[in-house]
Every structure is written in C-alpha cells, then in structure tokens.
C-alpha cells in the first residue's frame, strides 16, 4: 500500500506512466488513482474511445470507478486485468505526492498568466453548438460525427 495518494496517467503519449501504443488509446486516455489503504480508482480523461469496466461478464462504459480483484479495464481497444494494473503501479516505484490543494490559491504572476486568443465573428461566419460527446476521433485520427463513416478512411 502506497503511503501517500498515487496518480498513474495511462495513455499512448510517451509521457504516460503507463504507454498503451494502440491507435485506440487517447494521448491521454485515463488516470488510475491509488489511495493510501490501497484502493484503486480509475477515471476517463474524456477520452475518444471511452474507458470500459468489465466485472463479472458485463462490461459498462465508465467515467469513473472503483476496481476490484477480477475486474477488467478496456482503454479503447486495449483491455488490463486489475490484477496488470496493480503489479505496474508497483514496478513505477514511491509514488510521488499527488499536489495539496489550498482554499485560496495565490494568483498567478502576470508573465505566467496566458493570453487568450479572441477571434472576431463577421457577418459570413457561421456557428453550430455540437451537443457533449456527439464529435469522436476515428482510429486515422479525423474528427467525425459519432455514428457516420469516415471522411478520410471510410471506417
């Protein structure tokens, strides 16, 4: 059991603590969450092929969940046994301290503050508001409408 909280980040970006090289997979796809008793946490990074929890035959599309000896984690196309997620959050060493969140956070010095860029509308623009979830990012890497074929691959 870790002494102090872990967060694991799991994904196909080279930085992840745990790289899953699918095409499936998110850069940044899911983060696996240890607590100081040992218990394991995952949570979704909003990730375009969704993060699975599969317990006793049935599998759930989830945002966030805690996982038992037995169960199964789907990221994307690539599943992990719990039992896999458990022995690679042991090989990753001490965990470091996850950050201390205080009530009032000091501001920001200026130079670190970021500048948002500010587009002006013109009369020829046109503007849709896309409900939550309804864009996914197909296996080429495209932006489609969930549901429709792929301009680019036709998947």
């Known amino acids: 059991m870790p002494s102090s909280p872990r967060k694991i980040r799991i994904g196909r970006d080279a930085g992840c603590d745990v790289v899953l ?4 997979v998110s850069r940044k796809h899911a983060d696996l969450m240890i607590d100081t008793t040992g218990v394991m946490e995952i949570l979704d990074l909003e990730s375009s092929g969704g993060t699975f929890l599969i317990r006793g035959g049935k599998e759930d599309s989830i945002a966030r969940a805690n996982l038992k000896e037995g169960d199964k984690v789907r990221f994307g196309k690539v599943e992990l046994t719990f039992e896999a997620l458990k022995e690679r ?6 965990p470091d301290p996850l950050p201390v969140r205080t009530a009032n956070p000091p501001p920001l010095p200026v130079s670190v ?5 500010v587009i ?16 996914v990012r197909c296996e080429c890497g495209t932006i489609k409408k969930r ?3 792929c301009p680019s691959c036709g998947a």
């Open 89 to 94: 959050a042991v090989k990753l060493g001490p």
């Open 120 to 135: 002006a509308a013109t009369p020829t623009m046109k503007f849709s508001v896309a409900s939550p979830g309804s864009m």
């Open 113 to 117: 503050k970021r500048a948002v860029p």
């Open 21 to 24: 090289s699918d095409r499936s």
């Open 147 to 149: 549901g429709e074929r």
